[in-house]
T-cell receptor, first 118, second 114 residues
Framework: DVKVTQSSRYLVKRTGEKVFLECVQD?????MFWYRQDPGLGLRLIYF???????EKGDIPEGYSVSREKKERFSLILESASTNQTSMYLC?????????????????FGDGTRLSIL | KQEVTQIPAALSVPEGENLVLNCSFT??????LQWFRQDPGKGLTSLLL?????REQTSGRLNASLDKSSGRSTLYIAASQPGDSATYLC?????????????FGKGTKLSVIP
């Protein structure tokens, strides 16, 4: 089975701090994703990576950056945390069998990190 | 841009009933559609992925169908059990350059009453 591991289940940080959320997958997947999930808004894509050092912005990239130095690890960085970034953050990965279409394989999710910014 | 709608937002049924969850999408030029389950405070578990060349996909008591022409998918759960209680989400990719990006519905919260 695919295993996507997020480093923390719960995290509390202060406004202005630089925050790192880590995600590791063990299935050699090419694609990795970061989402946030908020009540009433559903899941929204923050960033997507289709290869080491490659990234694409999702719907809500403002205030975030990402790093993918190794294929199995995808990090989400809050450069200067703000209270409106309090949310549930979900990481996902998928294989990429068809280079013409990156979404042909199912996405597998981690258990999420519930981040509170005080 | 893809939009995904799930109706109803919540559903409560007695144990043993068969039920149908609905998902509609606006951009019908999709390659596939995926159904997920989410338990409270947890991540998403992939249930079924239906490729556009298929019309149905089955896993145990779950059966998902896809009708691209009408922009609809349904998830059928047979003989529901209390352990099926969760939020069910469907997700569809966009077409063309946005094909990697899944758009999620807001989910149907299912409660199966013993």
């Amino acid at each position: 089975d695919v295993k996507v591991t997020q480093s923390s289940r719960y995290l509390v940080k202060r406004t202005g701090e630089k925050v790192f959320l880590e995600c590791v997958q063990d299935m050699d997947h090419e694609n990795m994703f970061w989402y946030r999930q908020d009540p009433g808004l559903g899941l929204r894509l923050i960033y997507f990576s289709y290869d080491v050092k490659m990234k694409e912005k999702g719907d809500i990239p403002e205030g975030y950056s990402v790093s993918r130095e190794k294929k199995e690890r995808f990090s989400l960085i809050l450069e200067s945390a703000s209270t409106n970034q309090t949310s549930m953050y979900l990481c996902a990965s998928s294989a990429n069998r068809d280079r013409a279409f990156w979404g042909d394989q199912p996405q597998h999710f981690g258990d999420g990190t519930r981040l509170s910014i005080l | 841009k893809q939009e995904v709608t799930q109706i109803p937002a919540a559903l409560s049924v007695p144990e043993g009933e068969n039920l149908v969850l609905n998902c509609s999408f606006t951009d019908s030029a999709i390659y596939n559609l995926q159904w997920f389950r989410q338990d409270p405070g947890k991540g998403l578990t992939s249930l079924l992925l239906i490729q556009s060349s298929q019309r149905e996909q089955t896993s145990g008591r779950l059966n998902a169908s896809l009708d691209k022409s009408s922009g609809r998918s349904t998830l059928y759960i047979a003989a529901s059990q209390p352990g099926d209680s969760a939020t069910y989400l469907c997700a569809a990719p966009g077409s063309g350059a946005g094909s990697y990006q899944l758009t999620f519905g807001k989910g149907t919260k299912l409660s199966v009453i013993p």
